[in-house]
């Protein structure tokens, strides 16, 4: 799990950079990323740690509800005998919905949003920034990973899985300006400038929820087009939002 962990802060720190020279060249706002990146350094060693912590709970989860049984029934139902390709597009859409619905839950329901606040206590998005998530978030968004061992994707392809959800994570939160070809994009897949959308203080905390794909916004009406939100007029957390305390950084 260790070694994993390591990978994955691997992972993100070569892929930020590549992604923060982006930045550099193309901001869309002004970020002091000397006195930012401390801060933010150290939310990725807590996420760190919370990832090794979640992946024990998560080898016990699949442990607990992937039974034999359940296995032999999925065969049966022929979705085993798909193409892998197949299985593994299907696991990211079951994946990806899980997400809609728990992130839209953790945005109506105050109880949950206590999970998330850190997450959006981020006063301007740069890629590091993406690293607030509390150890009660990334338990409820880890359980949309079960449709992976659910459809025998094997746990060799999960590696790439989890390198492509970091490199991603990095690309929704990045610093960059909103450019007319990310629409395109957007027709199926979040970008930089969808996500911030759903970061701003003007009423939009609960659109634009979708991690990998825009499919289930448009499908339940919480879509909403970059192009409604002036890039000029884009806010994120101030206030008592942007104050972190340890009960944000836990979620509870």
Request: glycine residues 6%.
């Amino acid at each position: 799990m260790i070694a994993q962990t390591f990978i994955g802060l691997l992972v993100l720190f070569l892929s930020g950079m590549l992604f923060w020279l982006w930045e550099l060249q193309d901001p869309l706002q002004s970020v002091e990323y000397r006195s930012r990146f401390p801060r933010e350094f150290v939310a990725a060693m807590i996420s760190a740690v919370y990832s090794i912590i979640l992946a024990y709970f998560f080898v016990a989860l699949v442990k607990l509800t992937i039974s034999p049984s359940l296995m032999d029934f999925m065969g049966w139902t022929g979705l085993l005998s798909l193409p892998l390709w197949v299985r593994l597009l299907i696991a990211y859409f079951l994946k990806d919905f899980s997400f809609y619905v728990t992130h839209w839950l953790k945005h109506v329901n105050n109880t949950l949003w206590l999970t998330h606040n850190w997450h959006h206590s981020i006063d301007q998005l740069w890629w590091l920034a993406a690293q607030r998530e509390s150890l009660t978030d990334v338990l409820l968004f880890k359980v949309g990973f079960l449709s992976f061992p659910l459809l025998g994707i094997p746990p060799e392809m999960m590696i790439f899985v989890g390198i492509h959800y970091i490199i991603h994570d990095n690309w929704i939160h990045l610093n960059v300006k909103w450019r007319s070809w990310m629409g395109i994009i957007e027709w199926f897949y979040v970008t930089p400038r969808f996500h911030a959308v759903h970061h701003t203080q003007t009423g939009s905390y609960t659109k634009n929820l979708g991690a990998l794909f825009t499919i289930f916004d448009r499908i339940f009406g919480t879509y909403v087009a970059a192009e409604k939100v002036p890039p000029e007029q884009v806010q994120f957390a101030s206030g008592d939002n942007a104050v972190v305390t340890w009960r944000k950084i836990v979620g509870v």
